[in-house]
């Protein structure tokens, strides 16, 4: 009996041995680990491109601002192939008066804009400044010239170098034919509109730099982006002319290059976003290309 009743007491210890080793935690099976909990993937934001716009942006306005304008057009069409920029070029005063009129998009002047213009409603959006160089020969011991005297140098009424003291020479002022907006800066700044006795006006920039190179007693105009070193710039009232001195206003013969909105008169997407793309810094190196300074962002 004893016997029996131990083999029964074994019997039954075994069974609970097997039982224990078979259950599991969360009734999973045995030897198996609990599946891992993992975070949900994320992936970084991606860049969007610009929404694809559709419509026209008409300007008008300044001459001057022709290449910079042709460049910014071409290059916005890269981003919104969608829009159809037009340009006119009617005048300064033409374009700020079209903005104010509502006959145009975005009004150009290549000058600043008059107190009347603002109290109207005319704001102004700068995209680019003008440089325009004072060249002279390199063998010119003449180094630097007032605003006064590169006026008497254009209207004649200084007529020899050495009146500046410079060589005992005659000067031979060069200049870019009428129309020109190089010659349209220069005259309008230095205050010589229509007075300039020019012994050559020629059709560019190139021919009028090649013309100085060769003349011991020449001097020109040029944009700052031309001058090379067959030519020296002058300095003008003792500053160098140079993009650095030109973005900080102490160049003296510069002038803006202003897209001109209206105040209160909501753009189209369109047209904003030209301004935007004119006036962002993605477009310096277009306006160095197209002869003009870009102005510090």
Known sequence: MKKKTLALLLSAALCVGMLAGCGGSGGGSAGTPAPETSAPETSAPETQAPAALSGTVNTNGS?????????????????????????SGTGSS????????????IG????????????????????ALDGVAIIVNP???????????????ATGAISNWSELGGADGPVAFIGREAGSGTRGAFEEIVGVADQCVYTNELTSTGDVIANVASNPNAIGYASLSAVDDTVKAVKVNGVEASEATVQDGS????????MVTKDGAAPSDATQAFLDYAMSGDVADIIRAAGAVPPVK
Do not use: W
């Open 108 to 127: 150009l002047s290549s000058r600043a804009l008059k107190d009347e213009e603002v109290s109207n409603g005319a704001v102004a959006h700068i995209v």
């Open 94 to 105: 033409s374009g700020i008066q079209s903005i104010l009129d509502g006959t145009c998009d």
């Open 63 to 87: 001459t001057s601002m022709e290449k910079v304008m042709g460049a910014l057009i071409e290059s916005f069409g890269s981003v919104q192939s969608g829009v159809t920029v037009s340009y």
């Open 139 to 153: 063998a010119n011991t003449v180094e630097d010239l007032t605003v006064e005297d590169i006026a008497k140098l």
């Open 251 to 258: 160049y003296a013969i510069q002038r803006p290059f202003v």
